[in-house]
């Protein structure tokens, strides 16, 4: 084991980006002030720090993807764009101080349940101690790479989207796109006009609408700044307009066929050539996977030097990307647009609770919680954006902020009647999910296409199947009653 760094702080929380970034500031508002944040990297923020691909940028609107609690007038665009939200991150670890509390360069290695708290370990050696474990380390935090044989192989630049090599320039070069997701058709149409030729390899098209972006004029600008309640009222107007989008998802999936007739005139109004509309036109129902919005990915595709290449890549060799049908592409670099390893829901590391039992061991059939938060036998353990939390319609800072505020009431529950652990009644959890997963087969979701959302087994593990004002609902009161309850056992003397 390595060396003990710390005393017993009561919370500790793996990862900075937004839910992170909200625990602690609730923490802070509630007077308590011993916790840590342990962060991996050597900067906070989550994904928004990592994402610096060109284009990069939100696909809700910034008024909503922002806290609640410290909204900001300033929002240059409908959608802001990935240096703007970062910024945003940092001021506010610097508003409601919670810098002091990050450890940088801190990668959790893996945890236990000690009988009260955790021992957390680090890659490093060092161990941190605390009764209360917040996993705020995303789902979408780690880059997947396609099981392409022969991939290590190739002898040109090769990276993931999520990890931009913005020293290596792209000028002039035949460039190989992998994967048609929401983070390719950002940054395609940004590097097309630079790249010498453009082959993007589709497995699947997505359905992409237009996104009714544009700057914030400065009357606009001034309005929100100055008029108040105005940028709280349209931030509600946007919340109210996604959180119909629900309805299609998962109580009328029949809706859903209107977004196709506004997707194929998207095609039609930006896609001259009947070949490329037909390749690029998908073949499942809307929302089945994440829809989309670009007003110009379309467009680009259609430029001279871009190439799409539909179906199944079977190899990538020295210089070449070769498909299933035998074609060979030779290109100077490659970018994966591939998406992330979303399964490893907490973090990829080993997790022991209650009995030595270890985490992976109680999710082979897939990640399962209670309320996405709360798992039984891991005692203490929350979970930030857990399983079945994820959204498809509406913001996920809504959610994040529903969790933490079931957490701070457990908190707040532990401390005042000396609480030493809260454990989720297992029969709770099962009949819960057995609910969630029921909701799940009838939503657009199961329709039957193959998504990030499905884990291996073709379960939805991700997504929240119903309005979110349901799940803040859900989430109000923390009753003591659905928990067993460790207590301070105090000595007859
Ligand atoms: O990744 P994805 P992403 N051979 O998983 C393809 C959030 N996000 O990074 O569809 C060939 O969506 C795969 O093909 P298929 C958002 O929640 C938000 O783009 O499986 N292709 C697919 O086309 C989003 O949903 C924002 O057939 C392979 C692509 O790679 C999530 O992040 C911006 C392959 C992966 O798409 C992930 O988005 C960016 C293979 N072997 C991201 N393996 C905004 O807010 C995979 N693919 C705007």
């Known amino acids: 084991m390595g060396q003990h760094v710390t005393g017993r702080p009561s919370i500790a929380i793996v990862g900075s980006g937004f839910s992170g970034l909200c625990m602690a500031i609730k923490l802070k508002e509630a007077g308590i002030d011993d916790f840590v944040v342990l962060e991996r990297a050597p900067d906070v923020g989550g994904t928004w720090r990592d994402n610096t691909y060109p284009g990069c940028a939100c696909d809700v609107p910034s008024h909503l993807y922002s806290f609640s609690f410290e909204p900001y007038a300033g929002w240059t665009r409908v959608f802001a764009q990935q240096p703007e939200i970062q910024a945003y991150v940092q001021r506010c670890f610097d508003k409601y101080d919670v810098r002091r509390h990050v450890v940088l360069n801190a990668e959790v290695d893996g945890a236990e349940f000690d009988g009260q708290g955790w021992r957390v ?163 499942f129902m809307p929302g089945c996977k994440r829809i989309l919005m670009s007003n110009d990915y379309y467009q680009a595709l259609e430029k001279p030097n871009v190439e799409v290449v539909p179906g199944a890549i079977a190899a990538v060799n020295e210089r070449a990307v070769v498909t299933k049908d035998g074609q060979s592409f030779d290109v100077d670099a490659i970018i994966y647009g591939t998406g992330f390893a979303v399964h490893e829901q907490v973090w990829p590391v080993a997790i022991y609770g209650r009995n030595g039992v270890s985490l992976e061991t109680v999710w082979k059939d897939g990640p399962e919680a209670y309320l996405g938060t709360t798992i039984a036998g891991f005692p203490n353990l929350f979970v930030l954006t857990g399983p079945n939390t994820g959204l498809g319609h509406n913001s996920m800072l809504y959610m994040i902020e529903s969790q933490v505020h079931y957490i701070m009431e457990c908190i707040k529950l532990m401390r005042e009647r000396s609480v030493t652990f809260v454990d989720v009644r297992e029969p709770l959890q099962k009949s819960y999910n057995e609910r969630l997963q029921n909701r799940l087969k009838k939503s657009v979701w199961s329709s039957g296409c193959a998504s990030w959302y499905l884990d291996k087994n073709g379960k939805n593990t991700t997504l929240w199947p119903s309005f979110t004002f349901a799940f803040r609902a859900r989430t109000r009161r923390f009753k003591p009653a659905d928990y067993e309850l460790g207590k301070v056992k105090v000595r007859a003397v």
């Open 121 to 283: 370990r680090l890659r490093d050696g060092r161990v941190f101690e605390s009764n209360v474990l917040v996993s705020a380390a995303g789902a979408l935090s780690n880059p997947a790479y396609p099981n392409i044989p022969g991939r290590e192989s190739f002898k040109g630049e090769q990276f993931h989207s999520s990890v931009w090599n913005h020293d290596y320039d792209l000028t002039g070069k035949r460039v190989a796109v992998i994967g048609t997701g929401a983070s390719t058709i950002q940054f395609l149409p940004e590097i097309q006009p630079k790249v010498g030729k453009l082959v993007l390899f589709q497995r699947t098209p997505p359905w992409i609408l237009p996104r009714p972006d544009r700057a914030f004029g400065a009357l606009e600008l001034e309005a929100f700044a100055k008029i108040p309640g105005l940028a709280w009222l349209y931030r509600q107007s946007i919340y109210w307009k996604y959180e119909c989008r629900a309805l299609g998802f998962t109580v009328h999936p029949s809706i859903m066929k209107a977004a196709a007739l506004m997707g194929r005139r998207h095609i039609r109004r930006s896609i001259k050539d009947p070949k490329l509309r037909e390749m690029v036109t998908p073949k």
